[in-house]
């Protein structure tokens, strides 16, 4: 099992850019393929991206294709989620979660292996 842990939230203003992190420990972290969800106040909490074991593929929801990229470095152990042209829509909790079972299983949310704290994003307007 993993156990994950994320970073790199914070204030930003519209059409800026953060970048965060979500580094796991544990065995086997090319095993599990990886997500990112966010949770918004009084919202449900939604998929945002999700990247295969080998990164070679990612999976968006369209409220994020083309301003938000998945990527994850094997030999780090970490997940990244760059987040550019940032909308006050995009404020909320960031999790990044994992799965054995693959990047689409991951996209759904439920069930899944692991899942970090959370690190909280803000964009003011």
């Known amino acids: 099992q993993v156990q994950l842990v994320e970073s790199g939230g914070g204030l930003v203003q519209a059409g800026g850019s953060l970048r965060l992190s979500c580094a796991a420990s544990g065995r086997s972290f090319s095993s599990y393929a990886m997500g990112w969800f966010r949770q918004a106040p009084g919202k449900e909490r939604e998929f945002v991206a999700a990247v295969s074991w080998s990164g070679g593929n990612t999976y968006y929801a369209d409220s994020v294709k083309g301003r938000f990229t998945i990527s994850r470095d094997n030999a780090k152990n970490t997940v990244y989620l760059q987040m550019n042209s940032l909308k006050p829509e995009d404020t909320a909790v960031y999790y990044c979660?994992?799965?054995?079972?693959?990047?689409?299983?991951?996209?759904?949310?439920?069930?899944?292996?692991?899942w970090g704290q959370g690190t909280l994003v803000t964009v003011s307007s």
């Open positions: 979660g994992a799965d054995r079972r693959g990047a689409t299983t991951v996209s759904r949310g439920n069930g899944l292996d692991a």
